[in-house]
């Protein structure tokens, strides 16, 4: 359950990348890294936020007598979403690390504003690195304001390329389930009798009427 600060540091350079690596962040994590210290193993796969497993004694109520428990930290796994990444990222975090990130701000404000030395877990050193050195290379890119008529536009086209993708969609659908046209078929057909049978009703309704009208005529005279 304990690990060494040298070994967590070979495995965060090792998954960031040395040379993706912003200047003097190296040797700020050697100097925040801890060199020993007591963590869950689980923790390395989450961000707790310094709650990891406490140990005690359970004392009875009748003699007195102690007994050694321990004390697991309340982890729940969330989905949390980050701008930087522009998707949500699951997690496992403490409810302590979970109000951390509520206070913050955000997932992203948490990992910039904690310091080194509070992130006591490999996974929260990674994302950590990681995160700073995007911020930095979208600091140093240019930002382009389009007018309100581009947007109109973009909007337009975005629509038009959604209703070809449902339309692609569709025609895969029928092509794959063997969908040949046989409920148009039958819908027109049906359509097609319907206006029969009305034109029918009609025709009978009209000849009725002239028959009664020559039977008036006939009475009359």
Request: hydrophobic share 30%; glycine share 10%; charged share 35%.
């Amino acid at each position: 359950m304990a690990f060494r600060g040298k070994e967590m540091m070979k495995k965060l350079i090792k998954k960031v990348g040395e040379n993706n690596l912003s200047p003097g962040v190296k040797e700020q994590l050697k100097k925040c890294v801890p060199d020993s210290k007591v963590v869950m193993g689980r923790a390395k796969r989450g961000l707790y936020a310094g709650r990891h497993i406490q140990f005690g004694n359970r004392i009875s109520e009748d003699g007195g007598n102690k007994s050694r428990r321990s004390w697991k930290p309340n982890v729940q796994e969330k989905r949390l979403f980050s701008y930087i990444l522009d998707r949500h990222v699951r997690v496992k975090v403490t409810t302590h690390a979970l109000r951390c990130i509520d206070k913050a701000g955000g997932i992203d404000e948490y990992l910039l504003k904690t310091p080194y030395h509070k992130m006591d877990t490999e996974m929260g050193l990674f994302w950590k690195a990681k995160i700073e050195k995007m911020y930095e290379e979208l600091g140093q890119m240019e930002v382009v304001f389009f007018s309100p008529e581009d947007e109109a536009k973009f909007e337009q086209d975005f629509k038009g390329l959604k209703l070809a993708e449902r339309a692609a969609r569709r025609d895969a659908r029928r092509q794959m389930y063997g969908w040949s046209g046989k409920q148009e078929q039958i819908k027109d057909g049906r359509t097609s009798q319907v206006t029969q049978d009305e034109s029918n009703s009609v025709g009978e309704d009209g000849s009725h009427g002239d028959v009664h009208e020559h039977e008036q005529l006939v009475a009359n005279s």
